[in-house]
């Protein structure tokens, strides 16, 4: 054993310095945080052009983004079961395609029960202000309060969607009370 110059032993054939005093040589500041990129980031970054294809400047555009120049929110989906419990997810405009995928519109990743891409999608049509359920393509049922959705459903406030683990309250932003189009910031 080996005295350190602050009055502790330690076993140089397990240590190369005192454990207990740590190491002297080093300056030790603060750490900052490291901005973080929220998964919605890249996810809209993905929307903005062609996966695959940087800066394709012909990708599709949605009519309401045409229009104001921005892709805004219309809706969410709320996670209230499941492994991403508490999670709210934004819908935009026209199809959102659900899937664990981040290049998914709506991206559960948490979630190994549902499809990796279109396991479902949630439309908006901005012409009637009405949100509809479609099924994907994916292996994966998806349900509408308790029942199969195989065919293109209408959504109403609080309606639950099921897929995976996963249940998703629907909560809609757009509707008879609002439209982005009435509202061009006046």
Not at 24 to 44: G, K, M
Not at 114 to 120: G, P
Request: aromatic share 6%; hydrophobic share 35%; with cysteine.
């Amino acid at each position: 054993m080996i005295r350190c110059p602050n009055g502790h032993y330690y076993d140089p054939a397990k240590h190369t310095g005192c454990p207990a005093c740590g190491v002297q040589s080093i300056e030790v500041v603060p750490t900052r945080a490291r901005p973080v990129t929220p998964p919605v980031a890249e996810v809209q970054a993905t929307r903005a052009r062609a996966p695959g294809i940087a800066g394709d400047i012909q990708a599709t555009v949605g009519l309401l983004r045409k229009k104001t120049g921005l892709d805004p929110v219309v809706g969410w989906l709320v996670c209230i079961e499941g492994p991403d419990r508490g999670r709210d997810y934004r819908i935009r405009s026209e199809k959102n395609f659900i899937g664990r995928d981040p290049r998914m519109d709506i991206c559960v990743a948490g979630d190994e029960g549902i499809s990796r891409d279109h396991h479902a999608a949630i439309s908006f049509n901005p012409r009637n202000n009405r949100f509809r359920l479609l099924p994907g393509d994916g292996r994966g049922l998806v349900y509408l309060n308790g029942e199969e959705v195989d065919a293109p459903r209408e959504l109403k406030t609080r309606d639950l969607i099921e897929l995976g683990q996963s249940r998703l309250m629907f909560l809609p932003f757009c509707g008879p009370e609002f439209q982005w189009d009435s509202h061009n910031g006046e």
